[in-house]
């Protein structure tokens, strides 16, 4: 038991590490060919708090210019750069590096849109500042870029995995378990969707507190789970899950609409942001219950308000959330 303990506090504490350490918003460039030879360009960077922004510049190849002056906003502490360029001969094989990049702990979004309205997106990273421009667009690589948003998002979503969390702690059962896994997935993949397709609005910030919400009530259910053994979130955990995953789901809408979608392969790329917040989901879950699993071979004997301390330390995190979001209404 200690030793399970002692598990679920480095797991939970290498997912708060793992979110600290890495920025949940990409930067964002679209490049969209208004002619031949022009394109209109948009860059949009995290910003840092007290009007600092991350330090990511853009590179075009040496056949383009700029042409006007670079227009600049802040919106939700996020830069947004508009220009105009003109590249001789177009865009096509030419090479295009964020500069900074490989130094910084942001990704960067990059979409190309072309007259006949097909697109380029790919995922630029550290380790792949660059990327060359195509004359012919890839479905693969719109899959391939979709798919690693949706399982970094989730992986670097400390709430989302807090509530999970709480979950596991608080159902016992392995078919019960599943089902409450399921149902979380089922509802917030159904608003992520519709979220994301713009039949559901919600404002962001209410959101986000909600979810910070939704961790207290499950630690607080966890707490009291020997006490009220015939509570609703004991009896029936699923429907819980079900309820609080509506709102996660409109979370992750919220991300991924800070990406945007390509307008030529919407349905491609929402099936596989999903799929990857699925995976990044489920191998969480997967982890969580492995380790559960092989180190309930192990007991010793530990006080009795030892198995309070992770609901209690989940709890508190989720309250001190709840407040902040409550606060920057």
């Known amino acids: 038991m200690k030793r399970l303990l002692i598990l679920q506090f ?4 290498s997912v708060a590490i793992a979110a600290f350490a890495h920025e949940v918003r990409p930067a964002y460039l679209e490049l969209r060919q208004t002619g031949a030879e022009t394109y209109d ?3 949009k960077v995290p910003g840092r708090g007290e009007d600092l922004r991350f330090g990511v510049y853009v590179r075009l190849p040496a056949n383009c210019q700029k042409i006007g002056e670079v227009r600049t906003t802040v919106v939700n502490n996020a830069f947004s750069d508009r220009w105009t360029i003109n590249c001789t001969g177009g865009l096509a094989g030419g090479t ?4 900074g990049l490989s130094s910084t702990v942001i990704d960067v979004l990059v979409r190309v849109e072309r007259l006949d309205g097909s697109e ?6 550290a380790s792949s500042p660059s990327f060359i421009v195509e004359a012919a667009p890839h479905r693969l690589e719109v899959a391939r870029t979709y798919l690693v948003l949706g399982i970094e998002h989730i992986l670097t979503g400390i709430d989302h995995l807090l509530f999970v969390s709480g979950l596991l702690l608080l159902v016992t059962g392995f078919r019960r378990l599943l089902l409450t896994v399921s149902a979380f997935t089922l509802s917030h993949t159904v608003t992520l969707t519709l979220a994301t397709l713009g039949f559901v609005h919600a404002p962001p910030a209410p959101i986000e507190a909600v979810i910070a919400l939704s961790i207290v009530f499950v630690a607080y259910e966890v707490l009291r789970k020997k006490e009220n053994p015939d509570g ?12 609080f995953g509506l709102l996660h789901g409109l979370g992750f809408a919220g991300g991924l609409s800070a990406a945007g979608l390509p307008a030529a392969h919407i349905p491609l790329a929402l099936g596989f942001f999903s799929a990857g917040v699925e995976v990044g989901h489920f191998s969480f879950v997967a982890v969580a219950v492995a380790l559960i699993a092989a180190v309930r071979r192990w007991t010793m004997a530990l006080p009795a308000w030892s198995s309070r301390v992770p ?7 989720a309250a001190y959330w709840l407040i902040v979001r409550l606060a920057a209404f």
């Open 311 to 317: 609901p209690y330390a989940i709890g508190s995190v």
């Open 41 to 43: 360009a948009v860059w």
């Open 232 to 243: 609703l979130a004991q009896r029936k955990p699923w429907l819980v899950a079900f309820s």
């Open 96 to 99: 295009i590096l964020i500069e």
């Open 120 to 125: 380029q997106v790919t995922r630029l990273a």
């Open 10 to 13: 480095l797991l939970i504490g």
